[in-house]
């Protein structure tokens, strides 16, 4: 598949979450390389839920026809990534705060916020597109 029917604000999000994802991979590696021994897997495994979007994404881009994101359906997208977001800095919390050695208390937040935002967001993106010939009874 070529990257020109990809139009451009698709193309800068999955770049986005190509890059979320290789800086909380290498935040990840830098707290386990100056934990002193002390690791985290939520700190070790924050960095697929960009990736999850960016495969969202690309299925759904690939599912359906070439052109440019409709803006509802940009609302929905937003709402995944913001999801996948929250989501991510739970994890990255989470993770800060066992390395640490003290109780948080908020992951659960950051979970229970991500997954209703970004839940909805997945289930929309894939809700049928109304065309504006649609409207027209003959």
């Known amino acids: 598949m070529s990257t020109s029917v990809i139009d451009r604000r698709t193309r800068a999000c999955l770049l986005g979450c190509l890059g979320a994802s290789a800086l909380l991979a290498v935040a990840g590696w830098v707290y386990q390389l100056f934990g002193h021994g002390v690791t985290s897997r939520a700190m070790t495994f924050a960095f697929p839920p960009p990736l999850i979007g960016a495969a969202l994404l690309l299925l759904w881009r690939l599912a ?9 359906k940009r609302v ?9 977001a929250t989501i991510s800095c739970g994890m ?10 003290v109780d ?3 992951e659960t937040w950051f979970y ?3 997954a209703a935002l970004g839940a909805p967001g997945a289930l929309g ?11 027209i009874d003959l």
């Open 64 to 72: 359906r026809r070439p052109g440019p994101t409709t803006p509802a």
């Open 76 to 84: 929905w997208q937003n709402l995944l990534f913001a999801g996948l």
């Open 92 to 101: 990255a919390f989470q993770g800060i705060v066992e390395i640490a050695g």
């Open 104 to 106: 948080g208390g908020w």
């Open 112 to 114: 229970a916020a991500g």
């Open 125 to 135: 993106l894939w809700l049928p597109e109304r065309r504006r010939n649609d409207d």
